[in-house]
Nanobody, 127 residues
Framework: QVQLVESGGGLVQAGGSLRLSCAAS????????MGWFRQAPGKEREFVAA????????YYADSVKGRFTISRDNAKSTVYLQMNSLKPEDTAVYYC????????????????????WGQGTQVTVSS
C-alpha cells in the first residue's frame, strides 16, 4: 500500500517562505517521478513542480519558476518543495503525487500521469 504524507503547510505572510515535505512509503521511492500540485478554492487542480527519479531533472509551472524549488532525498523517501517569496495567489491545498511514467513534460504536468496522491497540506499566504 503506497502512502504519501505531506507536511509543512501553514499560514505565512506575503514574501515569506515555507518548505513542504512529502514522505513516501509502500514501494521503492527512488525509481519514481514525484510531483507537486495545488488546488485553490473554486479552482481546478494545477501543476506546480516535478522531479525525476534521480533528482537531476526538474520542471516548474511558470507561475512558481524562480520562487519554488523541488528536491528529493531518496535515502529518506521524501520529496520537498521549498517555497520562497510567497504570494497570496499561492494559497491552496498542496498535494504530492507519485508517477511510474517517464519524465516527460506532457506526462509530469498532467494529473492523470500519477498513480498515487497524498491527502494534501494547506498553505495560506496573507497579504
Amino acid at each position: 500500500q503506497v502512502q504519501l504524507v505531506e507536511s509543512g503547510g501553514g499560514l505565512v505572510q506575503a514574501g515569506g517562505s515555507l518548505r513542504l515535505s512529502c514522505a513516501a512509503s509502500g514501494r521503492p521511492f527512488s525509481v519514481y517521478t514525484m510531483g507537486w500540485f495545488r488546488q485553490a478554492p473554486g479552482k481546478e487542480r494545477e501543476f506546480v513542480a516535478a522531479i525525476n527519479w534521480s533528482g537531476d531533472s526538474t520542471y516548474y509551472a511558470d507561475s512558481v519558476k524562480g520562487r519554488f524549488t523541488i528536491s528529493r532525498d531518496n535515502a529518506k523517501s521524501t520529496v520537498y518543495l521549498q517555497m520562497n517569496s510567497l504570494k497570496p495567489e499561492d494559497t491552496a491545498v498542496y498535494y504530492c503525487a507519485e508517477s511510474a511514467a517517464g519524465f516527460r513534460v506532457r506526462t509530469v504536468v498532467a494529473g492523470d500521469g500519477y498513480e498515487y496522491w497524498g491527502q494534501g497540506t494547506q498553505v495560506t499566504v496573507s497579504s
